[in-house]
């Protein structure tokens, strides 16, 4: 998020890339106004629990939708994303809401309360089932709490720690500028290797779950690295594939993966 109507590059944001953007202009947020020490402040940041964690997320995925152009419900891209999503509220556990992002960004992201995003550009970019590879991708960092790990460090690691503690038992609410600085932590975060693979066999058995050709997987990361021009740079590209040194590699474990269960390529 480097500017107030950019989105973030992930999270989750993949988050909690979050996971993943924009002031609050009309939002009444309530601010605990209790004088705490920064350092009695970090301390309690460290020990948020998982449940402040996700109320925090609900919290940064409100103020998202708010502040970048979510698609209207009759508009060709929410219709489109609705279809494919139409079987897919709930899965592995998970109550899952999707929404699309007006902007030509190629990007996704997904948040550990549920929330998954997929810009318009990815759309336009990819089939529907290469969009079903990405987004069972971005579940999966839900799915091993990818997310919400990420989007709790960034709590903490940013200016944030200073502000945010768990007071009473409730979260403290986050201000516009606190809003605004937890999103570059979240812009600038990435997973590791180990991290991202799990989450490509995530999306592999996604697909596989819901009756798609788990190859699409494999076509969806090659139609990132076609469209970056074989370079991890930029957007979503960069977030999917920065914490690999050979994309075509991950490129051809999805693809040798599906071979090796039975599954052609399809053509297109």
Known sequence: MKTPNMITKSLLLSAALATSAVLCANAQIKLNSKTVGAATKAVKAVTLSNEDVI??????????????????????FAIRLKNLTANLQNYDGLNLNYKVYLVK?????????????????????????????VIGHEIGHVKNTDSRDAFKSALMTSALKDGVSSQGGTAAALSDSQLGELGEQVANMSFSRKQESIADDYGY???????????????????????????????????????????????????????KDGFEKPTS
């Not at 960004?105 to 336009?124: K, T, Y």
Request: glycine share 6%; with cysteine; proline share 4%.
């Open 205 to 259: 058995k996604f697909l596989k779950d819901n009756n798609i050709n788990p190859w699409y997987m494999s076509m969806a990361f090659q139609r990132l690295l076609d469209l970056s021009g074989g370079a991890s740079e930029g957007g979503f590209t960069k977030k999917l594939m920065s914490s690999h040194p050979d994309t075509q590699k991950r490129v051809d474990e999805m693809a040798k993966k599906a071979t």
């Open 55 to 76: 109320e925090y997320t609900k919290e940064y995925i409100q103020w998202m939708d708010e502040h970048n152009p979510v698609a209207p419900a009759d508009d060709e």
């Open 105 to 133: 960004d190629v990007n996704a992201f997904a948040c550990a309360d549920g929330s998954v995003r997929v810009c318009a550009g990815l759309m336009q970019a990819m089939s529907d089932n290469e969009v079903l590879g």
